[in-house]
């Protein structure tokens, strides 16, 4: 099960056996903190940050801050000061949500996309606001909370995606590209099309099982063929 930061800090000793293996054969290339959109800047958050930041010295830690307050000057000098890396979130511009800001990632760059599905993020948000009012309900509650990421990018949206993180990317000595918009395979299918951009490559290799479901990936597709007796068990 998902560790809130509280637990984290209760058995960080724990978790840091757990992640030693990785960090000693250099397979760590951080950990994402993730926040939602209803963590603001005030003096709570960042005290809550920076005893992450504290509990976890020596691994490079990705913060995913989505409300408008964490991009002010004085909000930069802040994380500056405790070192902590920001990533680009691209998601809905609903109200306190920020847009893809891609010229926040320092020298890695973490990019995550969780689509712009702003009709079903507002719903979803609607019905969380219902169940935490709830004398019963929780933020757990909403049983369509992954519709807000029911989303698939279009060409032109991936050309202002590649295009942006090209900019920023000249300054990066590393990149990490994360697909949120999961429902359906959509993240599947619109990563291997920054693939394919990203990495300038004329073709990608592709399941057929996914050409199946996308066949606008036909044209960028070095086909591979999955056996359908194929199974992970």
Known sequence: GQHRSHDLAGDRSVVRDFLRPFMERKKLGGILVQFSEYFTDISASRDRMSSIADQFGGVRLFFELRHTSWYTPEAADFLRGRGISVIAVDQPTLEGMIGFTPEIVGDVGYFRFHGRNERMWEVSRRALAKNKSSAAGSAKDDPGRNDRYNYLY??????????????????????????????MGKAVANALELVKRLK??????????????????????????????????
């Open 154 to 183: 279009e060409s032109s949206e991936l050309d202002e995606i590649e295009g942006k993180i090209r900019r920023v990317g000249e300054h990066c000595k590393r990149i990490y590209v994360v697909m949120n918009n999961h429902p």
């Open 200 to 233: 300038n490559q004329e073709k990608v290799k592709i399941p057929d099982t996914v050409i199946r479901y996308f066949p606008e990936l036909e044209g960028i597709a070095e086909k591979v063929r999955v056996d359908p007796e194929d199974t992970l068990f």
